[in-house]
């Protein structure tokens, strides 16, 4: 198993671009979630997902859209891109029966 | 929504002694706190966790505590060593009409010293 995956790993965006990150998972977990890593803010929630066709908003979801269309893949949009965007962004996946999450290696984005 | 706090936000100590980092959440429904451990560039990892029917949990030289009544849970490190030394963020899980989603603190950095 690959676990969770994410490309890119680095990105550098100027101000108003849109781009996509990829998320996949192999465990066939229902759950999936996107996270954001800022310095002395921890991991806050994005957008999560309890399975395909179903997405619910996190803490902080102003400015990205999310789909669910298979099982496996999760991705996070960014529709104009803003310097405040620029962080770490994580995906998770999880299944029901533990909820033990697992977390993808992180994708560094710069917003310029 | 569910709320967690962590404390402290740095911990510094000598190898071989212990390391003890202390959350509090908000959310009595909240019924799943997970520990993870967060190396230099890499993404979070779980190294234990402890359900709300359980009062402690012990994997070799990690523990974790919860509190209940005070809503509260700590990971206890003993015998520390130069490998520890990592950032450590507490979780708790949380419930809205659509599902579950894990809320996490603000992240310890440890830094054990040889």
């Known amino acids: 198993n690959a676990g969770v995956t994410q490309t890119p790993k680095f990105q550098v965006l100027k101000t108003g671009q849109s781009m996509t990150l990829q998320c996949a998972q192999d465990?066939?977990?229902?759950?999936m979630s996107w996270y954001r890593q800022d310095p002395g803010m921890g991991l806050r929630l994005i957008h999560y997902s309890v399975g395909a066709g179903i997405t619910d908003q996190g803490e902080v979801p102003n400015g990205y859209n999310v789909s669910r269309s298979t099982t496996e893949d999760f991705p996070l949009r960014l529709l104009s891109a803003a310097p405040s965007q620029t962080s770490v962004y994580f995906c998770?996946?999880?299944?029901?029966?533990?909820?033990?999450?697992?977390f993808g290696p992180g994708t560094r984005l710069t917003v310029l | 929504g569910e709320n967690v706090e962590q404390h402290p936000s740095t911990l510094s100590v000598q190898e071989g002694d212990s390391a003890v980092i202390k959350c509090t959440y908000s959310?009595?429904?909240?019924?799943?706190f997970p520990w993870y451990k967060q190396e230099l560039g890499k993404g979070p990892q779980l190294i234990i966790d402890?359900?709300?029917?359980?009062g402690e949990k012990k994997d070799q030289r990690i523990a974790v505590t919860l509190n209940k009544t005070a809503k509260h849970f700590s990971l206890h490190i003993t015998e520390t060593q130069p490998e520890d030394s990592a950032v450590y963020f507490c979780?708790?899980?949380?419930?809205?009409?659509?599902?579950?989603?894990?809320?996490f603190g603000k992240g310890t950095t440890l830094s054990v010293s040889s």
């Open positions: 465990m066939n977990h229902e759950y």
């Open positions: 402890i359900r709300s029917n359980v």
């Open positions: 959310d009595s429904a909240s019924n799943y």
């Open positions: 998770a996946s999880s299944s029901t029966s533990t909820g033990e999450q697992f």
């Open positions: 979780a708790a899980k949380g419930w809205n009409q659509a599902g579950t989603a894990l809320i």
